[in-house]
């Protein structure tokens, strides 16, 4: 049974900086590409960030760039986010998200975790 769960979620001043968790079981987690995405109120689910496997590069959407970062721990079937300087409009709920690297395009998410950006 596949288990992605989020953590590190919370509420942050604007300029601020959280470090989200997605710990993986049930996969194997190396041959996985892992992404974030985050989905505001009223608003779409958008991705904010990938990492690519086996080789670590990384895509991010605009809005983050230079803010936050995507990382992975292979060995602890982890991934993680830093986020600084965070913004209003970075509020959401962020949900990791996993998908084989050559197997059929089946996406596993985790349950989401709240981030509030707010003064």
């Known amino acids: 049974q596949v288990q992605l769960v989020e953590s590190g979620g919370g509420l942050v001043q604007p300029g601020g900086s959280l470090r989200l968790s997605c710990a993986a079981s049930?996969?194997?987690?190396?041959?996985?590409?892992m992404s974030w995405y985050r989905q505001a109120p009223g608003k779409e689910r958008e991705l904010v960030a990938r990492?690519?496997?086996?080789?670590?590069?990384?895509a991010y959407a605009d809005s983050v760039k230079g803010r936050f970062t995507i990382s992975r721990d292979n060995a602890k079937n982890t991934l993680y986010l830093q986020m600084n300087s965070l913004k209003p409009e970075d509020t959401a709920v962020y949900y990791c998200?996993?998908?084989?690297?050559?197997?059929?395009?089946?996406?596993?998410w985790g349950q989401g975790t709240q981030v509030t950006v707010s003064s």
């Open positions: 990492i690519i496997s086996p080789s670590g590069s990384t």
């Open positions: 049930g996969i194997t987690f190396s041959v996985y590409h």
């Open positions: 998200n996993a998908r084989h690297r050559s197997g059929p395009p089946i996406d596993y």
